[in-house]
């Protein structure tokens, strides 16, 4: 069977490009809005019920934006454990797609087979999933758009996992500086009847820096990301694409405009981190070969190669130090961040990244968590109440 433009009668159709919307006609062949409309499947007639997954093949928003945007399908609305339910007409039947708690499920008249009934279930969500491509890179992309311009956005709240990340790679670099502390020299007869020493415990204190290093790169991604959560508490305008400008500058870019740099801590916590970005992350990040010149050998004639520094550079005029700089406590220095952090004006970051909610930005309610954070009951508060709201969405708890 085959469809025609009335039969897609969604209010973001004539957003697509015309020639994506031939492409739609052809691909949405057959699904139509039922012009009367079944039962409500969900609550009402008996009927076929099958079970189509989750993203086996479309997303449950997928198929609600193709039925009710593109389509025009008229939702019947919620109901205990149920999202949404559309009536639609496909190959001619009269069915229903519905999202409930444990994912979607097509409601096809009883009188069908059951074999039958879920083939034209599985045929209609394929199709629709063929759709999905063409849509995100038209009217979807162009709706991405609208809304970063805005900064009506949901970031995800990835605090969690960068906190862990750091801890377990931390954790690491301690075990490792206590083996290896633990660890004696082995000597052992070789069989010419010499001796041999070798010393294990260089090997695992080398294992602890490069675990170190690791939760370098590590407390550097949470840094951003608390910066980021920062950005939000401090109800920053996220309009403009400012939000997206904030997100693709570099950590100090973003330290700059959330943190107070009169303030003299604040201000000590922030050269420490651009110590310990030059020292540590900064090498690693370019093959680990220094940028200011202190992996540079110099050739000494009649000597042979020389270490040194790099120190500064004023028009061809350059200044050298004849030694290597010296590499910082990695554990003691991340012990020091770690303590800011939970003490600094990061803690009220930290006090929402452990709450897992997401950053709602340009929304009310995001201004509405923003202006409680000033105060820290306060602020728990606002994520109980939140997070109330958000486990009754998730079990549809309407």
């Not at 997401?358 to 994520?383: K, N, R, T, V």
């Amino acid at each position: 069977m085959t469809t025609s433009s009335t039969q897609l009668a969604g209010p973001l159709f004539q957003r697509v490009p015309p020639g994506a919307q031939v492409a739609l006609l052809r691909i949405l062949g057959g699904i139509e809005p039922d012009p009367i409309g079944p039962d409500r499947a969900f609550l009402g007639a008996p009927s076929r019920r099958i079970p189509l997954g989750w993203g086996r093949p479309i997303e449950p928003w997928e198929a609600a934006f193709i039925l009710q945007d593109i389509v025009g399908c008229e939702d019947f609305g919620r109901g205990e454990k149920l999202a949404w339910e559309f009536p639609l007409r496909f190959e001619g039947v009269a069915m229903t797609l519905a999202f409930e708690k444990f994912g979607l499920r097509a409601y096809v008249d009883a009188s069908l087979e059951e074999e039958i009934a879920t083939a034209l279930a599985q045929r209609m969500a394929e199709q629709m999933a063929r759709a999905i491509p063409l849509l995100k890179k038209t009217v979807l992309s162009a709706i991405a758009d609208e809304q970063v311009t805005v900064g009506l956005v949901n970031v995800e709240n990835h605090y969690r996992r960068l906190q862990r990340q750091f801890a377990h790679f931390k954790k690491l670099s301690e075990q490792s500086l206590v083996t290896a502390a633990e660890t004696e020299c082995v000597t052992e007869e070789l069989p010419d009847g010499g001796w041999r020493s070798s010393n294990p415990a260089f090997y695992i204190e080398e294992e602890a820096r490069f675990e170190g290093k690791a939760a370098v790169h590590a407390v550097f991604s949470l840094l951003e990301h608390l910066l980021l959560i920062e950005f939000f508490l401090a109800g920053k305008d996220p309009a403009n694409g400012q939000l997206a400008q904030f997100i693709g500058s570099g950590w100090t870019e973003k330290f700059k405009q959330v943190a107070d740099l009169t303030d003299s801590e604040t201000k000590r916590q922030y050269d420490r981190l651009v110590a310990l970005h030059e020292d540590l992350r900064n090498p690693a990040a370019h093959g680990e070969v220094e940028s200011d010149g202190t992996d540079f050998r110099f050739i000494l004639p009649g000597i042979g190669p020389v270490a040194t520094r790099l120190v500064a550079q004023k028009g061809m005029r350059r200044t050298y130090a004849w030694t290597h700089s010296t590499t910082p406590d990695i554990l003691a220095e991340l012990t020091e961040v770690e303590k800011w952090f939970a003490s600094g004006f990061l803690a009220r970051a930290i006090q929402y990244g452990e709450s897992e909610l997401e950053l709602y930005f340009g929304s009310d309610l995001g201004a509405a968590i923003a202006l409680s954070s000033d105060d820290p009951e306060e602020l728990d508060q606002a994520i109980q109440y939140v997070t109330r709201m958000v486990d009754d969405a998730r079990n549809m708890d309407w």
